[in-house]
């Protein structure tokens, strides 16, 4: 199994605490380092949500080996241009380790606050498509042809990626592995029990026929390297979610998430395996404590 | 006068430029244009994204400034647009200028697809992201409220370090309703110093009546380096100039003088810059988009010539 590291900076998290924790993965010989594209998270505006490409473009070029990823960026708040040219741009920058995600955004909240138009759900999925259209036709042989209802291209679009690499993700059973499976190499989706990601690589396995897709997840992990320690954890993370360890526990376990001690999570991401699961991004919350990140990492990894 | 430098291209060339001028204590600024097409003949011309080159940009230099010299209003949102910024003031410790324009060459947005509604809109557009980026880098709730854009009465996050908006434009009665009313930086493309003057005295008198201090206003203009300490040095640049501007040296030179363009050889250059500062302009920065990125001794001798050294 491989592994990947999951920021999610809209809670926070400086640009140097998120270059901390890039180049720790990269000591560490994480696949790469990912983070989310959000301007807010939830109700609060207060914690500091840096730009993804931004960032990332610092990234390519603070860090040297390891891959650099947005894990997803909506459609709703660029232009497909806009995304075809910041991502060609950190490609060259970085010399080929962009991994680029896209999805239909689903955060209304962020969209109303900063007055980011999102139309319904049949409408977003349609620009959705129409701009996976477009950046195929960016990232392919000139002239670059695309015409849609939403979006439309007619150019020469130099320079091409080096190796971008696109994802398409999501929780849906049947659409977004669908999708994956035809046109990104990866599909990634959030961490659920075993039997449900056989299924889900299954469709996306099934649509992608011989095309090479990689399958991944994403998804936190509440662990210690000791019973006592795992224990500890579970009743920090209880008190601060205002509910019991036990139903902490059960509500992370029914759903596939990582808990317990090393052996414990062994066993998850060996069925995990099993199922067809290629890379596990492991979900980060707090960048104030990177040393709690990379105790939780190396537990998993090692398990 | 301070002097910046106008540069594009490959990230190599554009981080070549920007170390060159890091290293040199009298430059002021590099500043990059936003352009998806290099022109309407060059279609193949590759073009990157240049907020994306500044964000890396910051993390190279530590004491020169980095300018958006200007960017097209309907490229980006302004929520995107504060987002990028407000990152590249915290990676850069505060040393960006985020330029706004109306945007103007047609072709790279009907290529890209990208909007391009008439101009009338597109400075409505250009003056509503402008209002609604000040609301969202003033500390506190104020919100927006335009046609085009919204945001909410909230209090927006990262607050900046110490962001800096600039208006471009020519110069006409609308462009310097905006620059008067929300710009720290009006960036007028270079013209005649009585044309300039009028402009700035034009503007000044706007802040006035809204009540603002004009003084608050830094002005700079733009316009491509034809200059050389020796006359030869400055006819090999006028025909490469010439040739990039597909016109005969002869043409091109009449045009510059016309225009008011900073240029020539010897004491002339550093002469109209003068003339330009006397008329109100602060900031200068030269167009070095015929050069080549590792050709430093021709930039250092352009920007003496400028600099009167």
Redesign the interface.
Known sequence: MEFSLMTEPHLGG??DQQLEAARWAESEGLVSFARCDH?LSGAD???????A???L??L???TTEIRICVLVTPIT???P??IV??A???D??SGGRLDLGVGTGWMDLEH?????PFPDWPERWSRFEEALD?IDAAFGD?PAKFNGTH??????V??KPAAIRTIIGGSGAKRTPTLAGRRADEYNFFLCPAEQAKEKIAVMREAAGDRNVEATVMGPALVGKDENAYQERLARAASRRDTSPDDLEKRYSDNGLFVGTPDRVAESVAALEEAGVQRIYLQWLDLDDLGGMRDTVSIVRGG | MEFGIQTRGHWTDVLAIARWAEGREDMAAVALPDHYLKSADEPEAPQWDHLVHIAALATHTSRIELMSLVSPVTFRHPATLYKMAVTIDEISGGRFTLGLGAGWMEEEFTMFGLPYPDLATRMDMYEEAMAYLRAALTPGAHGFEGTHYHLDEFDPHPHPIRLKLAGGGAGGPRARQIAARYADEYNLYATTPEAFAKVVNATRDIAVEIGRDPDEIFWSSASPGVAAKKEADYRRLLEKAAEHFDRPPDHLETRLDARGYPHGSGSKPAEMIAALEAAGCQRFYVQTFVLDADDTSTLDDMFDAYMGR
Not at chain 1, 45 to 51: G, H, K, Q, V
Not at chain 1, 112 to 116: D, E, F, S, T, V
Not at chain 1, 151 to 156: G, Q, R, V
Request: proline content about 7%; overall charge negative.
């Open positions: 400086t640009y301007y505006p207060t914690p500091d949500a840096t730009d490409f931004a960032v473009a610092g390519a070029r603070d708040f660029r232009h241009a806009v040219k910041n060609t741009t950190i060259q920058m109303q606050a900063y007055g980011i477009y000139d979006y439309s291209l007619d150019a020469n130099q320079p």
